[in-house]
């Protein structure tokens, strides 16, 4: 009998492994709640024309890697309903907020969202084809102030903050501008005009793209390339002043926030969603695939799906890329419990579980031992575990007095009971009761 395995291109999550996604998780959360951002949650799966009007059919997502089938009919007069697994979820957001009449507030919606979207793509490191994103949206009537650039520093800097506090350093911020719905309709006009001669000397893809969709040869990561997109006419250069004063206005805000950032004249993203702002952080520890996240403005999307006039801008984060690249600033550490409980003989087993439920009530994570193990047994499991032993023997449970070892000082230290929670959550340097 064949032995059955994880689909290609998905795969499961084990520990230690889930630890980190869920610090990132929850790190996230904490970043949005004090941004004012609250969580949406929107179906896995959509209706097919979601994407084709929203995303663009003429993008790789919608034209090669969504995965599409046909829903059964729940009556003869019907006609099967085209469904897809969501490829992204900013559509689905958007059309939540037509759909529940969020505009009607007269309030900008900040929403957020983290879970699995689907591309069937070549799957590779970091890319699979059920994949987690963390993302968010600011949309809402341009009364509200939907369209101001400083809702895009905004965004910005809460990125910034946010891989700050996730311990990403070295990231670097590439902005760009598209301009308005027309200038990106002069601009795609420019770039297939200039690739008519220049296309037959690319790779397959991009000798596609400059028919369908232009904008997408800037995206290539073919090497050979490199040296023709780089002679090609830059989206600057068809901008009109309005979409110059907002881009000007968003890297003063971010100048005076002291947010760094790099502006990337290739940097257009092939979705036709996008207008004006476009930008991704990017890492070098991720090697050729470098970008983090991305995302930009997209204040024509709601009425593409026949919503009202909704500007917005968002974002999305995928999380393997997040995880490999903490992975790698960590050296794929494994986490650590604060300490192991190591009762010494199997009659103090007890009361080893009732010294590691007070310290675990406390917040700290601790991994218990076995009585029934020797000393040296106990020392070598917990070395593989945690950042501490604490030593419950006979004596220490009748003097109150534990015995703690530090792995990383190397030191022994007599700690009462009564303040073995606060000693074991402190820093290991600096600590007195030797």
Not at 120 to 132: A, D, M, V
Not at 174 to 200: K, M, Q, W
Not at 392 to 420: C, H, M, N, Y
């Amino acid at each position: 009998m064949t032995t059955l395995k994880a689909v290609r291109g998905t795969r499961d999550l084990l520990p230690p492994e889930t630890a980190l996604w869920n610090r990132i998780e929850t790190v996230a959360r904490s970043v949005f709640a004090r941004y004012n951002f609250g969580e949406i949650r929107t179906p896995v799966f959509e209706d097919t024309a979601l994407f084709a009007r929203g995303v663009g059919e003429e993008t790789d997502i919608v034209s090669k890697e969504m995965y599409t089938w046909e829903d059964r009919a729940r009556a003869q007069s019907e006609k099967p309903q085209s469904l897809t697994l969501r490829p992204e979820n900013t559509a689905g957001v958007v059309r939540a907020y037509i759909e529940h009449n969020l505009g009607q507030t007269g309030e900008l919606q900040k929403l957020y969202y983290i879970g699995p979207q689907f591309r069937r793509e070549r799957p590779q490191k970091g890319r699979y084809r059920q994949f987690s994103q963390i993302g968010a949206e600011v949309i809402g009537p341009a009364s509200a102030g939907s369209e101001s650039p400083l809702r895009d520093a905004e965004v910005l800097e809460m990125l910034a903050t946010l891989l700050d506090e996730l311990g990403i350093t070295g990231w670097t911020l590439h902005i760009n501008s598209v301009g308005s719905a027309a200038d990106r309709v002069r601009y795609n006009e420019t770039l297939r005009e200039a690739l008519v001669p220049l296309a037959p000397k690319m790779c397959v893809d991009c000798q596609r793209r400059a028919v369908t969709n232009p904008l997408r040869v800037l995206d290539c990561k073919v090497p050979e390339d490199q040296p023709i997109i780089d002679t090609l006419p830059r989206i600057a250069d068809s901008l009109d002043e309005a979409s110059l004063a907002h881009f000007a206005a968003v890297t003063a805000a971010l100048d005076a926030a002291g947010v760094p950032y790099t502006r990337n004249h290739r940097l257009v993203r092939g979705l036709d969603y996008y207008t004006r702002t476009t930008f991704e952080f990017t890492h070098g520890g991720l090697g050729a695939q470098n970008a983090l996240l991305g995302g930009g403005r997209y204040d024509g999307l709601s009425e593409a799906i026949g919503g009202p006039k909704a500007p917005g801008i968002g974002f999305a984060m995928g999380e393997d890329r997040l995880v490999l690249t903490l992975q790698a600033l960590e050296a794929a550490a494994p986490p650590r419990a604060d300490a192991y409980v190591a009762p010494l003989g199997e009659s103090l087993n007890p009361a080893a579980l009732a010294l590691a439920r007070e310290l675990r009530r406390a917040g700290l994570t601790v991994e218990l031992g076995e009585g029934g193990f020797r000393l040296k047994k106990s020392f070598d499991a917990a070395d593989k575990t945690a950042r501490r032993i604490v030593i419950l023997g006979e004596d220490e449970l009748q003097s109150g007095i534990l015995t703690v070892k530090d792995f990383a000082t190397s030191t022994q230290t007599k700690v009462p009971r009564a303040e073995l929670a606060a000693f074991l959550a402190a820093p290991a340097e600096g600590k007195g009761h030797k």
